[in-house]
């Protein structure tokens, strides 16, 4: 499978966003999708996971603002962040868990190319 992030932009704190994560590939349905972020001068931080049986996983940064989905039938899963902060500036990737269980981070092994989110207080 392999994996591209989009819906990224310039979004005012307050506000929400839409990413998408397409992928491409027939094995869509038993990967576990999870969704990433780095930002500036900074490693890379689990944000939030939904595994092939729609188990979601949140990092505590997140939880209660940020909510993870996927659709299956059209091969892509997404994540909505309300609430958007300053801090939640970063560049989003989402990567792809063949295990179907998305609860460990070096079981991620298909990484898209990044979208950049960027809020302004």
């Known amino acids: 499978v392999q994996l591209q992030a989009s819906g990224g932009g310039v979004v005012q704190a307050g506000r929400s966003l839409i990413l998408s994560c397409a992928a491409s590939?027939?094995?869509?349905?038993?990967?576990?999708v999870g969704w990433f972020r780095q930002a500036p001068g900074e490693g890379r931080k689990f944000v939030a996971s939904?595994?092939?049986?729609?188990?979601?996983l949140y990092a505590d940064a997140v939880r209660g603002r940020f909510s993870v989905s996927r659709d299956v039938r059209a091969k892509e899963a997404y994540l909505t962040l309300r609430s958007l902060k300053p801090e939640d500036t970063a560049v989003y990737f989402c990567?792809?868990?063949?295990?179907?269980?998305?609860?460990?981070?070096?079981?991620?092994?298909?990484w898209g190319m990044g979208t950049l989110v960027t809020v302004s207080s």
């Open positions: 590939g027939r094995a869509f349905s038993d990967y576990a």
């Open positions: 990567a792809g868990d063949a295990t179907g269980r998305g609860n460990l981070d070096y079981n991620f092994s298909v």
């Open positions: 939904v595994s092939s049986s729609g188990t979601t």
